[in-house]
T-cell receptor, first 115, second 111 residues
Framework: DAMVIQNPRYQVTQFGKPVTLSCSQT?????MYWYQQKSSQAPKLLFHYYDKDFNNEADTPDNFQSRRPNTSFCFLDIRSPGLGDAAMYLC??????????????FGSGTQLSVL | SQQGEEDPQALSIQEGENATMNCSYKTSINNLQWYRQNSGRGLVHLILIRSNEREKHSGRLRVTLDTSKKSSSLLITASRAADTASYFC???????????FGSGTRLQVQP
């Protein structure tokens, strides 16, 4: 059974047109993360939620926003996608923060193309 | 910012051979984790080693950690074609609240 589900699997948007990626989880985990991964590169953390507490990375562009309306769902909003935002976006969860020896569970990712 | 650097960037071996990947990091950590990623898919957790551990085994996987050198290695024994994937180390730094991933090693196992 899928535990972290990302929709859609592939998303195509136009330059400058807002887009929303979604993630849901059935694990009831406290922490949800969004990572951006460009081709052949390391996943780069954009932000994460610990419950409702939002934690933004210092170098995450303002163009990226996130919402977590409840425990199960988390959304990534890209307000004005540029060509450089084309990437795989990975959602992940953990029961508590990984510094306390917790592993992450990842979804299959959403591959975003910007035309 | 990127924490870990992995070596080699790419590795090609024959089925049955062992594969060794290395990871170096920069800061103090609580634990180090290894993940696997098949092409175009999400990451799957393989193994976690705590900062007070030196070696850990899981099936065909063996992980070592040397905190004095800030380095870790992942050994896959008796490799199979199905092991073809990218492998990433990730650190849980004492000063951060999320995992930071290394640059990854792309492993190709030839049947």
């Amino acid at each position: 059974d899928a535990m972290v589900i990302q929709n859609p699997r592939y998303q195509v948007t136009q330059f400058g047109k807002p887009v929303t990626l979604s993630c849901s989880q059935t694990l009831n985990h406290n922490v949800m993360y969004w990572y951006q991964q460009k081709s052949s590169q390391a996943p780069k953390l954009l932000f994460h939620y610990y419950d409702k507490d939002f934690n933004n990375e210092a170098d995450t562009p303002d163009n990226f926003q996130s919402r977590r309306p409840n425990t199960s769902f988390c959304f990534l909003d890209i307000r004005s996608p540029g060509l450089g935002d084309a990437a795989m976006y990975l959602c992940a969860t953990s029961r508590v923060r990984p510094a306390t020896n917790e592993k992450l569970f990842f979804g299959s990712g959403t591959q975003l193309s910007v035309l | 910012s990127q924490q870990g650097e992995e070596d080699p960037q790419a590795l090609s071996i024959q089925e049955g051979e062992n594969a060794t990947m290395n990871c170096s990091y920069k800061t103090s950590i609580n634990n180090l984790q290894w993940y696997r990623q098949n092409s175009g898919r999400g990451l799957v957790h393989l193994i976690l080693i705590r900062s007070n551990e030196r070696e850990k085994h899981s099936g065909r996987l063996r992980v070592t950690l040397d905190t004095s050198k800030k380095s870790s290695s992942l050994l896959i024994t008796a490799s199979r074609a199905a092991d073809t994937a990218s492998y990433f180390c990730a650190t849980a730094d004492t000063g951060r609240r999320a995992l930071t991933f290394g640059s990854g090693t792309r492993l190709q196992v030839q049947p």
